[in-house]
């Protein structure tokens, strides 16, 4: 098996959430999903398991974090900055917030921050390698 990266998330309201990734361009797998939870794939090697959270606590006794934390910031690599967005638009539309940090545009990157319904930050981002600056990053 290849590597993959599966995130697990708590949600307050799963057919909402459902909704709000397919917006942005997720696919459901529907032999991972039932009524506490399902699995949204990104692609072949990143997929989110969304689930109620009477779901999420059979597999933590930890407390489900307030929306208004922040506890990672998942990026998502887009395939040019209308996709980014498109992303961004389609998060606000459905449920989410659009731009919940400055957008950040340095040329040969390009990102921009969202959040789901339920205070999961994620980063839409592009990057052309080919153009980015050479020398020391650290100036």
Known sequence: MSRMIFVNMPVANLKASIA???ALGFEQNLQFSDD???CMVWSEAIQVMVMTHDKWR???SR???PASSSEVMLALSCD???AVDAMNKAAAKHGGTAD????QDLGFM?????MDPDGHVWEAMWMDLS?????????
């Open 20 to 22: 709000f990734y397919r």
């Open 36 to 38: 506490t939870s399902a």
């Open 58 to 60: 059979t597999f933590t």
């Open 63 to 65: 407390p489900i974090a």
């Open 80 to 82: 040019s900055r209308e």
């Open 100 to 103: 919940v940090n400055p957008v």
């Open 110 to 114: 390009y990102n921009r921050n969202l």
């Open 131 to 139: 153009a980015m600056p050479s020398g020391d990053p650290a100036g």
